[in-house]
């Protein structure tokens, strides 16, 4: 009887240490490889004409002269429009970005971030 209580006390113990064993290899930071990151631009919902990816130049203009001397200043708004590097190739389906990270990007602990060359 001692024996069987012995291992009925044991046996919460041993799961709790698993599932923290467990969480705690999922919550662990990593380094991430160099490689590929793909991305699509989400299309305009119906029946709206512009994407909801876009930047808006009014509160941070585009100086006069930037894209060309005498070029005016930009205020406006760019809508982002994404178009699939080809429809016949299912490896990238709706890709229309691809970023290379260059290097390994080293994190140290949850949360924290790194800055690497693409």
Known sequence: MRADRRRCSLVPSVLVMAIGLIASRFASAQNVQPGLDI?????????????ATSDDFSAHPIPGGFFCPGSP???GTVYYKGLPFTPYDIRWRTTDTV????????????????????
Do not use: D, E, M
């Not at 991305?39 to 994407?51: D, G, Q, R």
């Open 73 to 75: 200043s930009f205020t």
């Open 39 to 51: 991305f699509t631009t989400p299309a305009p919902p119906a029946p709206a004409t512009t994407s």
């Open 99 to 118: 970023v290379r990270r260059l290097a390994t990007a080293n994190l140290p602990s949850n949360g924290s971030q790194s800055t690497i060359p693409i």
